[in-house]
């Protein structure tokens, strides 16, 4: 693809409020960006999304460094993709880190969707001019969630996911039910329960949930099974689907009625397409998972939702719902619910680089 530089640098941002579930509470967000530069100037943008610790998938900002800066930038360097569908591929001799390999491909998506002149969105697919935008909810407190539950709806958000385990589950479900009756209103467990726990989950079905996410282990794909036959409410999968045949099985096996997917957590944008694909003709519908991310990954996000697959609101909301100032311009906003796709090329938002600057803690670049 003529690229000749890469430069990778680590962002470090405080968030506005804590994040809080029941595997971690996140107050700071490092992530790599990676920035490629071809021989004729254009640049194309990518972000890594594993978090500072592996407390949601076995990824970091280092491990993703590591594999950015000593594997997967030397390969690209010495077997040129010509173009970035063939670059998972070529990565496929390195096992797992998704995360990683979804920095560099997507820049790469971003810097050909710029040469073509087109929108990442129209390059992939889609003709739409906006999505709808979820949000969510992530805090120990009770009252603190019916404050901000209140708060989004009154920015325009429609859909609101909470995060729940064993511990609160059957306080703030039904509470946030009696307060908001016709929200658009989704749990999020992230393997807080086993199949000991099937009488706990059945006892969610009254509250009108749109789903439960990844109820049980992580890894887990055949006991989902087994609670899905037990339950009215669909079942969503996220940390077990790191793979396209992941999804294959998981539907097969009947898992889950619904599959979130995160363009990190599954390797890149191809693989994120080929499962957005196949689901739509298995008739599964699908939603874009967030990371806390900053603007360039939110951009990838967007393009990727835009597909007509992506049937439910993802976590994808305003660039106000995390950062003081994003490093992304203009920023992400949202309008009666719905974010509007850009129109300029590539993922459509410009850096900022001032911001950057401010907020960038290590920067590399390797010439190619
Ligand atoms: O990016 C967002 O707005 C929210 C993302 C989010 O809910 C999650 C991100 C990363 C780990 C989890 O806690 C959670 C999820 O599992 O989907
Ligand atoms: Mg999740």
New binding site residues.
């Given amino acids: 693809m003529n690229i000749h530089s890469i430069k990778l640098s680590i962002i470090s941002m405080p968030l506005k409020a804590p994040?809080s579930?029941h595997?971690?509470t996140?107050t700071e967000r490092e992530a790599i960006i990676v920035e490629v530069t071809g021989k004729d100037g254009f640049q194309g943008y990518g972000e890594g999304?594993a978090?500072s610790s592996p407390?949601?998938t076995e990824e970091t900002v280092n491990t993703s460094y590591h594999m950015l800066k000593d594997y997967l930038i030397p390969l690209l360097k010495q077997s040129p993709a010509q173009h970035p569908l063939e670059v998972i591929d070529r990565f496929s001799v390195f096992r797992r880190n998704h995360m990683a390999k979804a920095a560099l491909e997507t820049a790469l998506w971003d810097l050909h969707a710029k040469r073509q002149n087109v929108t990442l969105s129209n390059l992939l697919g889609s003709n739409a001019s906006e999505i709808p935008a979820?949000?969510?909810v992530?805090t120990s407190s009770l009252p603190e969630a019916i404050k901000q539950t209140e708060n989004y709806l009154a920015e325009g958000y429609t859909r609101v996911?909470i995060?729940i385990s064993p511990e609160n589950d059957l306080v703030y479900v039904p509470e946030l039910r009696k307060r908001f009756p016709s929200l658009v209103l989704m749990a999020?467990a992230?393997s807080a329960y086993s199949l000991e726990d099937i009488d706990r989950l059945k006892a969610l079905d009254e509250y009108n949930l749109l789903m439960i996410?990844?109820p049980l282990a992580f890894d887990d794909i055949v006991d989902h099974s087994v609670v899905q036959r037990e339950l009215t409410t669909p079942i969503c999968l996220?940390?077990s689907i790191v793979t396209f045949d992941d999804a294959r099985k998981a539907v097969q096996l009947g898992s889950c009625k619904v599959i979130?997917i995160?363009i990190g957590r599954v390797g890149g944008l191809a693989t994120a397409k080929r499962i957005h694909d196949f689901c739509k003709e298995k008739g599964i519908p699908v939603w874009c998972?967030?990371?806390?991310?900053f603007g360039i990954s939110?951009a990838h996000n967007i393009a990727l939702a835009s597909l007509p697959g992506f049937t439910i609101p993802g976590?994808?909301?305003g660039s106000n719902?995390?950062w003081d100032e994003d490093i992304i311009d203009p920023e992400v906003k949202v309008k009666n619910g719905y974010i509007s796709i850009p129109k300029e090329s590539g993922i459509g938002f410009q850096i900022n680089k001032e911001r950057m600057k401010k907020v960038t803690i290590h920067e590399e670049i390797f010439l190619f």
């Fill in positions: 994040f579930s595997l971690e996140v999304v978090f407390w949601y979820g949000v969510v992530a996911k995060k999020d992230n996410e990844q996220d940390e979130n995160k998972g967030g990371m806390i991310e939110r976590d994808i909301s719902r995390y």
